[in-house]
């Protein structure tokens, strides 16, 4: 994903879906206001990670979209924090 985007700090509605994208989300890469995240049919892979040392990532997503990728790893528990959530797809993964 490209390091520019974590400077845009007034983004609330970011799709990068079909963008053969690689590798890990960087840690601290979303900013609060986000809100609508669409990250479907890339090549991202890594575990999905919410919540880090006290740092809340995303709290302000309604919809977060992170199907068809290459995610691995546990479901965590982070995922029960989103309070304004709406709607999840985390299908064709290898999440367990």
Partial sequence: LPSSLKNMTEITDLDLSYN??????????????????????NKLSGEIILFEEEHYFYSMLIELLLDNNQFTGEIEQGFRRLHLLLILDISNNSLS
Avoid: R
């Fill in 20 to 41: 053969s994208f690689q590798g890990k989300i960087p840690k601290g890469f979303w900013k609060n206001s986000v809100e609508v995240l669409k990250l479907s049919h």
